[in-house]
């Protein structure tokens, strides 16, 4: 179906999506404040949703109102994520996501190739229900855990990456035997994908990617950009899967010494990383879990 064009012999209004300008700022606002009771993390990316050429934000208007959003965002020439689907809830339950989502996935044929892919919570029936329909299929499931940091003056094993190891972290991620339990994805912050060079050589940049014990484990970290100050989450991590619990035992220790509260990771939900999280003290931290959907041509 073709994003809903208005139709000159209606007398109601239509649904049109476009591309986003930067007056509707105010109105994106307006309805973001209405998402999880105002709590929704839109108005803290927006600007640079805005700046970001290689993507395509996508705006709904009906009428006079500003009834959606969308973004579509570009990990790699063939990797791509859809984040920010919005509907104003005095319209919801009328098919707007749905145009909208379909409406990004035509700018993505036009845009991109290879594969796309989404977050959404367990318990979001309608976006399930939207993938459905649109041809994603569930391909991963992720839940957060986290425990207290260990006190500080604990020892931990862990030792800065430098940019010229780079290839030989990203062979041992690569070659990880932890990675199919991961569903073959990394986080990249909220964006799940497969790994790549690139998004390794960010965590290495940043100071954020570290080798154990030697070269026995890798493990991207970041701090947790909802809860600032107070966790510190991993990203990417690569080791043999005996090795987990006593990499996450050790990463609570590198929280504390990094002034953090909390260790936590969103997890993927795999029987043997479940058990390491458990014998490692790590608790559910959310009472629903994330799907990661995906649609590839
Ligand atoms: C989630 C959200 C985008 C859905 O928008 P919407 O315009 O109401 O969705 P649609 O009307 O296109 O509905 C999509 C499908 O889900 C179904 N659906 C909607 N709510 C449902 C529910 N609670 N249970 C079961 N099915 C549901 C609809 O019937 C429709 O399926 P159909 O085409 O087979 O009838 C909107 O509620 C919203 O913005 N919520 C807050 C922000 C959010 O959660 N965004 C998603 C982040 S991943």
Redesign the pocket.
């Known amino acids: 179906m073709n994003p809903v064009l208005p139709d000159p012999t209606s007398s109601s209004p239509q649904l049109v999506c476009r591309a986003v300008l930067p007056l509707d700022t105010p109105r994106v606002l307006e309805l973001t404040r209405q ?2 009771n105002g709590q929704d993390y839109i108005p803290f990316v927006w600007q640079d949703w805005l700046a970001d050429a290689a993507g395509f934000l996508a705006v709904a208007e009906y009428g006079e109102r500003l009834a ?1 959003l969308g973004k579509l965002t570009r990990l790699a020439e063939d990797e791509w994520w859809l984040e920010g ?3 104003h809830p005095e ?9 909208i989502h379909r409406y990004l996935m035509e700018r993505w044929r036009a845009l991109g190739k290879g594969v796309v892919r ?4 367990s318990k ?4 399930h ?2 993938c459905e ?1 649109l041809g994603f299929h569930k391909v991963a499931e992720f839940g957060a855990y986290d425990r207290q940091a260990q006190a500080e003056g604990q020892a931990s094993d862990f030792c800065l990456i430098w940019e010229e190891e780079l290839a030989e972290a990203f062979a041992f991620a690569s070659q990880s035997p932890l990675l199919p339990l991961c569903f073959e994805l990394v986080d990249l912050g909220w964006q799940w994908a497969k790994p790549r060079l690139a998004y390794l050589q960010r965590y290495v940049a940043a100071s954020q990617a570290y080798w154990w014990r030697g070269r026995t484990a890798l493990v991207c970290v970041e701090e947790d950009d909802e809860d600032e100050g107070k966790s510190l989450m991993i990203r990417w991590v690569a080791c043999e899967p005996q090795e987990l619990e006593g990499l996450l035992a050790d990463f609570a220790n590198l929280a504390a010494q990094n002034g953090y509260r909390k260790a936590a990771w969103i997890a993927p939900l795999q029987a043997p990383i479940l058990e390491a999280l458990a014998k490692a003290g790590y608790q559910p931290a959310w009472d629903f879990s994330l799907y990661i959907f995906e649609y590839a041509e």
Do not use: D, P, Y
């Open positions: 998402i999880w959606g689907l919005r509907v319209f919801e339950g009328r098919g707007f996501a749905t145009h989404l977050a959404t919570a979001r029936i309608a976006v229900r939207i329909k």
